[in-house]
């Protein structure tokens, strides 16, 4: 049952106000995963204070928050992005962006550096060769798009010779191979129960 459904019928109006909970995976084709990244819409302002962050965004380094499939970074820890409900407002494109880019900052850049040092021999200290270009699929929304298109993330990317594509509106379960695992399959189900 969802959030919506519990509040409409009235008999638990305060269980969830609101809030949405969201896991962010990236995988790579030898089955390497990366640091799960899980995000908390719509915490109240007693949950997220205004005065301890003012931009409504807070992220966490959580131990333990992991997979334990292939952690290659050796780290064992996920991210937890926490964001207040007044910070999605007016500006709820800048906020998922902001997200979006702290992700590839955090997570994402770390992890496919990780893979070229463990999987490939690569000194980090070296320019990245081209035969180790990374080819990225992203089945984002218009924010992540305008995210990617940025001066920000261009430059990162060609930095860390990465090059980008975008799955098709509403075809990522049919275009993304990790839509279609069993693992995948698993945690949605559960996720709606």
């Given at each position: 049952r969802s959030a919506?459904?519990?509040?409409?019928?009235?008999?638990?109006?305060?269980?969830f106000r609101g809030q949405r909970n969201s896991l962010?995976?990236?995988?790579?084709?030898?089955?390497?995963?990366?640091?799960?990244w899980a995000?908390?819409?719509?915490?109240?302002?007693?949950?997220?204070?205004?005065?301890?962050c003012p931009s409504g965004i807070h992220i966490t380094k959580v131990p333990g928050l992991t997979i334990g499939g292939s952690d290659i970074m050796q780290e064992g820890y996920g991210y937890v992005a926490n964001v207040r409900a007044n910070a999605?407002?007016?500006n709820w494109d800048s906020v998922e962006k902001r997200l979006f880019e702290e992700y590839q900052e955090m997570v994402y850049y770390?992890?496919?550096?990780?893979?070229?040092?463990?999987?490939?021999?690569?000194?980090?200290?070296?320019p990245v060769p081209e035969?180790?270009?990374c080819a990225a699929w992203c089945d984002g929304c218009i924010p992540q798009l305008e995210a990617l298109k940025g001066t920000k993330i261009r430059n990162l990317d060609e930095q860390?010779?990465?090059v980008r594509g975008k799955?098709?509106?509403?075809?990522?379960?049919?275009?993304q191979m990790a839509n279609l695992m069993s693992l995948f399959r698993g945690i949605k189900l559960q996720s709606r129960l």
């Amino acid at each position: 049952r969802s959030a919506y459904s519990v509040d409409m019928d009235g008999s638990e109006s305060q269980q969830f106000r609101g809030q949405r909970n969201s896991l962010s995976f990236t995988m790579s084709g030898n089955g390497r995963v990366a640091p799960i990244w899980a995000t908390r819409t719509g915490l109240s302002e007693l949950e997220l204070p205004s005065d301890s962050c003012p931009s409504g965004i807070h992220i966490t380094k959580v131990p333990g928050l992991t997979i334990g499939g292939s952690d290659i970074m050796q780290e064992g820890y996920g991210y937890v992005a926490n964001v207040r409900a007044n910070a999605m407002n007016s500006n709820w494109d800048s906020v998922e962006k902001r997200l979006f880019e702290e992700y590839q900052e955090m997570v994402y850049y770390p992890f496919i550096a990780k893979i070229r040092e463990v999987d490939y021999g690569w000194d980090p200290n070296t320019p990245v060769p081209e035969w180790l270009r990374c080819a990225a699929w992203c089945d984002g929304c218009i924010p992540q798009l305008e995210a990617l298109k940025g001066t920000k993330i261009r430059n990162l990317d060609e930095q860390n010779n990465v090059v980008r594509g975008k799955h098709a509106a509403s075809c990522s379960a049919v275009q993304q191979m990790a839509n279609l695992m069993s693992l995948f399959r698993g945690i949605k189900l559960q996720s709606r129960l």
